[in-house]
Every structure is written in C-alpha cells, then in structure tokens.
Nanobody, 124 residues
Framework: QVQLVESGGGLVQAGASLRLSCAAS????????MEWFRQAPGQERNLVAA????????YYEDSVKGRFTISRDNAKNTVDLQMNNLKPEDTAVYYC?????????????????WGQGIQVTVSS
C-alpha cells in the first residue's frame, strides 16, 4: 500500500514558478514509477510528467516540455514537479500517482495509487 500526499500548490501569476511535492508512505516507493497528472474543470485527467523508478527515464507532455521538470528522491520517498514560466492554461488540480508499470497518456488505467490532488491556479 502506498499513500501519496501532494503539497506546494497555490495561486500565482503567469510567468511565475511553483514546485509541487509528493510525499509517499511505504517502504516500496523506490519500486514504483511516479507520475504527475492534471485535471482542469470539465476536462479529462491527463498525464503531465512521469519518472521511472530509478529516475533514469522521464516523460513530459508536449505543452510542458522545457518548462516542467520531474524529479524524485528515493531516500526521502518524494517526487517533485518544478513548474516554471507558468501559463493560465496550466491551471488545474494536479495529482501525484504511482504505478508498477510504465504509464503513458493512453494507459492511465495502469496507475495503482493516486494522491488527493492539489490546486494550481495561474492568473493572467
């Protein structure tokens, strides 16, 4: 069992930065791939970024490439999402997730555990 708790969200102006953090419980954190998803009002939950269990492989959705960076610290059981140059279209609830199998934008059903989500609002 893995429990995920997100932190670091909030309200910022366009062009600002935020760093989301996800703290995981359990001794098996390092065996999970980790993901960040987001869901805007009236839209589906979409994969934003992913990082493999060992931190070697990463994935970014096209709209965040060059602006967002996913990282993890297996010693601290945390995964972060550094978000730079935020845009109003980044406004959403952001979810941390963990999966035993590598998740893509079309295989989100493979996620094993979800966090409760945290709001990020970017004003223009």
């Amino acid at each position: 069992q893995v429990q995920l708790v997100e932190s670091g969200g909030g309200l910022v102006q366009a062009g600002a930065s935020l760093r989301l953090s996800c703290a995981a419980s359990g001794r098996t954190f390092s065996s999970y791939h980790m993901e960040w998803f987001r869901q805007a009002p009236g839209q589906e939950r979409n994969l934003v970024a992913a990082i493999s269990w060992n931190g070697i492989t990463t994935y970014y959705e096209d709209s965040v490439k060059g602006r967002f960076t996913i990282s993890r610290d297996n010693a601290k059981n945390t995964v972060d999402l550094q978000m730079n140059n935020l845009k109003p279209e980044d406004t959403a609830v952001y979810y941390c997730a963990a999966s035993k199998r590598w998740v893509t934008s079309t295989t989100t059903f493979l996620v094993d555990y979800w966090g409760q989500g945290i709001q990020v609002t970017v004003s223009s």
